[in-house]
């Protein structure tokens, strides 16, 4: 792990056989995380990307399930994927996600724009 991670906490349910956190998982990419960014070689630059866990009880734990990295996330912050031609929200979707007052993402507008061409 890239030593600047840090976890950011928005959400955990509880039930009765399952955890399901949900959070900001940010880093500087300095070092090859295959587990999660597979074949991609460190780019120095700053992610923050939402992630859901979910925990699965039978007595013990014995199941646990992670979303990957998706391309409206991380691979725009890394430069792999070019943001304004793609359909993607990347980081505005993250800062909506930890602060509510925050307006909507333009992505809706902007598709909306491209629709009326």
């Known amino acids: 792990?890239?030593?600047d991670t840090e976890i950011v906490p928005i959400s955990?349910?509880?039930g009765r056989d399952r955890?399901?956190?949900?959070?900001?998982?940010?880093f500087t990419h300095t070092l090859p995380m295959d587990w999660l960014l597979?074949?991609?070689?460190?780019?120095?630059?700053?992610?923050?990307?939402?992630?859901v866990v979910i925990v699965q009880f039978d007595g013990i734990a014995h199941g646990v399930r992670a979303d990957p990295l998706?391309?409206?996330?991380?691979?725009?912050?890394?430069?792999?994927?070019?943001?304004?031609?793609?359909?993607?929200?990347g980081?505005?979707?993250?800062?909506k996600t930890l602060d509510r007052g925050l307006p909507s993402?333009?992505?809706?507008?902007?598709?909306?724009?491209?629709?009326r061409l």
């Open 1 to 3: 792990m890239p030593p």
């Open 12 to 14: 955990r349910t509880v």
């Open 19 to 26: 955890i399901v956190d949900e959070f900001v998982f940010r």
């Open 38 to 51: 597979p074949g991609v070689p460190p780019t120095g630059r700053p992610v923050a990307v939402v992630k």
């Open 70 to 89: 998706g391309p409206g996330e991380g691979a725009s912050q890394l430069g792999l994927l070019e943001p304004d031609a793609l359909p993607v929200a």
């Open 91 to 95: 980081l505005e979707t993250i800062l």
């Open 105 to 115: 993402n333009a992505l809706m507008k902007r598709t909306i724009a491209d629709a």
